[in-house]
């Protein structure tokens, strides 16, 4: 390519990555999942053992409205005859080597409607970095830090990729491996904050929490590290869809409220 460039016979040769490390293709019609073995069937693929961590519906609905086929005792859902409900498939794979299946489906969720709250069953929620959050209960939820956990052992991982010669084998692998450490201190934050924003969902009519200008925050490189391990965004992410699910109600209030005396911090 650079010799026709040079010869006057082409263009500029344009630079082409040797491997992605991220990659995912849709699949919009023709899969079927097996319920019974756990399986999903993909076009030229052929079928695939998978971990269902959720029913694709309610069991209410299943039952009335989704088509199955039995094949040996064995219960299996065909896109194409459930074409209504069942949308695309997605294959993604992860810089840590990690495949996933998503599978868009019509929103048949019927939400219940938003609570009435009062004072007595309202909540506020102040997020901090050395407390995760203080609930005007008087309550305290640490802080886990899971970044700074890690920290000691994602630097010498990272330091055993630069020391490998690019396009190896052995850089490969060490890449992978720092990926695989990025991301069970993901996991491990996804998990605790599913599991504190589904109590505070669940114990209380409505939560209010402080609107905070995160991007201004981690600008300022003493607190960034410490900033970004908090992931404050994601957990009011959470907060506000589980909310939705049990009919809550989220109250944002604004960032020059007093919002850290009143829940004692």
Same mark, same amino acid.
């Given at each position: 390519?650079?010799?026709?460039?040079?010869?006057?016979?082409?263009?500029?040769?344009?630079?082409?990555?040797?491997?992605?490390?991220?990659?995912?293709?849709?699949?919009?019609?023709?899969?079927?999942?097996?319920?019974?073995?756990?399986?999903?069937?993909?076009?030229?693929?052929?079928?695939?053992?998978?971990?269902?961590?959720?029913?694709?519906?309610?069991?209410?609905?299943?039952?009335?409205?989704?088509?199955?086929?039995?094949?040996?005792?064995?219960?299996?859902?065909?896109?194409?005859?459930?074409?209504?409900?069942?949308?695309?498939?997605?294959?993604?794979?992860?810089?840590?080597?990690?495949?996933?299946?998503?599978?868009?489906?019509?929103?048949?969720?019927?939400?219940?409607?938003?609570?009435?709250?009062?004072?007595?069953?309202?909540?506020?929620?102040?997020?901090?970095?050395?407390?995760?959050?203080?609930?005007?209960?008087?309550? %305290?939820?640490?802080?886990? $830090?899971?970044? @700074? /956990?890690?920290?000691? *052992? &994602?630097?010498?991982?990272?330091?055993? #990729? !630069?020391? %490998?010669?690019?396009?190896? $084998?052995?850089? @490969? /692998?060490?890449?992978? *491996? &720092?990926?695989?450490?990025?991301?069970? #201190? !993901?996991?491990?934050?996804?998990?605790?904050?599913?599991?504190?924003?589904?109590?505070?969902?669940?114990?209380?009519?409505?939560?209010?929490?402080?609107?905070?200008?995160?991007?201004?925050?981690?600008?300022?490189?003493?607190?960034?590290?410490?900033?970004?391990?908090?992931?404050?965004?994601?957990?009011?992410?959470?907060?506000?869809?589980?909310?939705?699910?049990?009919?809550?109600?989220?109250?944002?209030?604004?960032?020059?409220?007093?919002?850290?005396?009143?829940?004692?911090?």
């Amino acid at each position: 390519a650079y010799q026709r460039f040079f010869k006057g016979l082409g263009d500029y040769p344009a630079e082409k990555l040797k491997k992605k490390q991220h990659f995912s293709f849709q699949v919009p019609q023709h899969y079927k999942i097996n319920l019974t073995t756990s399986e999903i069937f993909l076009p030229i693929i052929g079928w695939i053992k998978i971990n269902i961590h959720r029913p694709l519906f309610e069991p209410e609905f299943f039952e009335t409205h989704i088509k199955t086929t039995t094949i040996n005792n064995e219960i299996i859902v065909e896109k194409d005859l459930n074409s209504e409900f069942l949308r695309t498939a997605t294959v993604s794979r992860t810089s840590a080597g990690r495949y996933h299946i998503s599978i868009l489906t019509e929103d048949l969720n019927n939400y219940p409607l938003t609570q009435q709250y009062s004072e007595s069953t309202l909540v506020g929620v102040d997020v901090g970095i050395k407390t995760f959050a203080a609930i005007s209960t008087g309550e %305290k939820i640490e802080n886990p $830090k899971f970044l @700074k /956990k890690s920290i000691n *052992k &994602l630097k010498m991982l990272q330091k055993r #990729v !630069s020391r %490998k010669v690019k396009g190896s $084998k052995n850089r @490969k /692998k060490a890449v992978k *491996k &720092l990926a695989k450490q990025h991301q069970l #201190v !993901s996991n491990q934050r996804n998990n605790f904050q599913h599991k504190v924003s589904l109590s505070l969902i669940r114990e209380n009519q409505a939560v209010a929490i402080e609107t905070l200008n995160i991007k201004g925050m981690i600008k300022n490189h003493k607190l960034a590290q410490a900033v970004a391990d908090s992931a404050w965004s994601s957990f009011v992410t959470k907060l506000e869809y589980k909310a939705q699910w049990f009919g809550k109600t989220i109250l944002k209030i604004g960032m020059f409220e007093p919002s850290s005396k009143n829940c004692h911090v």
